[in-house]
T-cell receptor, first 113, second 117 residues
Framework: DQQVKQNSPSLSVQEGRISILNCDYTNSMFDYFLWYKKYPAEGPTFLISISSIKDKNEDGRFTVFLNKSAKHLSLHIVPSQPGDSAVYFCAASGSYNFNKFYFGSGTKLNVKP | GAVVSQHPSRVICKSGTSVKIECRSLDFQATTMFWYRQFPKQSLMLMATSNEGSKATYEQGVEKDKFLINHASLTLSTLTVTSAHPEDSSFYIC?????????????FGPGTRLTVT
């Protein structure tokens, strides 16, 4: 039962433009959401997170938006850089069990120079 | 800081043998460690959560007698795949939560590619 979905397996963007990565979830008990970035042969690294009490969180070039009514979150990268090329995973968790993260299947972002 | 290593990075074993994967937190003490499994083009699936000095908590559908987890110290957890079969071939990733960390923090290792022939 896939409770977190990333429906776009890949995304290609020109350097300098905006990258928008999307994520949908089904469990209304989720109240914390995270984005991870993964390079080949490395483990996922934490990028940015958002609590369900917010609808936006910004950190430099990265902004995460949360739409609770639509059970949808997105990661915006502006401006995109070639070094951003990686696989991006969204993850969700709930305060009822913060040990368990539910991950999406990932979106491979390619930023073209 | 907050570096997690895994060893080996790749392992090939014959069907019926057992293989051990190590997960180490290099610069922090991890009160909780997690083991995930990732199938190709799929998401990371939590297999089990282990706390130092106590038995691991396995997710539904994960055979605890097949995937033995030991968290003997605050910096080391091991996953042993016993009597491996080709269907156990997968990418296994561990993560660790520092003792000082907020609830949601986890730091991931680079993963171990297991191939069972």
């Amino acid at each position: 039962d896939q409770q977190v979905k990333q429906n776009s397996p890949s995304l290609s963007v020109q350097e300098g433009r905006i990258s928008i990565l999307n994520c949908d979830y089904t469990n209304s008990m989720f109240d914390y959401f995270l984005w991870y970035k993964k390079y080949p042969a490395e483990g996922p690294t934490f990028l940015i997170s958002i609590s369900s009490i917010k609808d936006k969180n910004e950190d430099g070039r990265f902004t995460v938006f949360l739409n609770k009514s639509a059970k949808h979150l997105s990661l915006h990268i502006v401006p995109s850089q070639p070094g951003d090329s990686a696989v991006y995973f969204c993850a969700a968790s709930g305060s009822y069990n913060f040990n368990k993260f539910y991950f999406g299947s990932g979106t491979k972002l390619n930023v073209k120079p | 800081g907050a570096v997690v290593s895994q060893h080996p990075s790749r392992v090939i074993c014959k069907s019926g043998t057992s293989v051990k994967i190590e997960c180490r937190s290099l610069d922090f003490q991890a009160t909780t460690m997690f083991w995930y499994r990732q199938f190709p083009k799929q998401s990371l699936m939590l297999m089990a959560t282990s706390n130092e000095g106590s038995k691991a908590t396995y997710e539904q559908g994960v055979e605890k007698d097949k995937f033995l987890i030991n968290h003997a110290s605050l910096t080391l957890s091991t996953l042993t795949v016993t009597s491996a079969h080709p269907e156990d071939s997968s990418f296994y990733i561990c993560s660790a939560r520092p003792g000082y960390a907020a609830s949601y923090e986890q730091y991931f290792g680079p993963g171990t590619r297991l191939t069972v022939t």
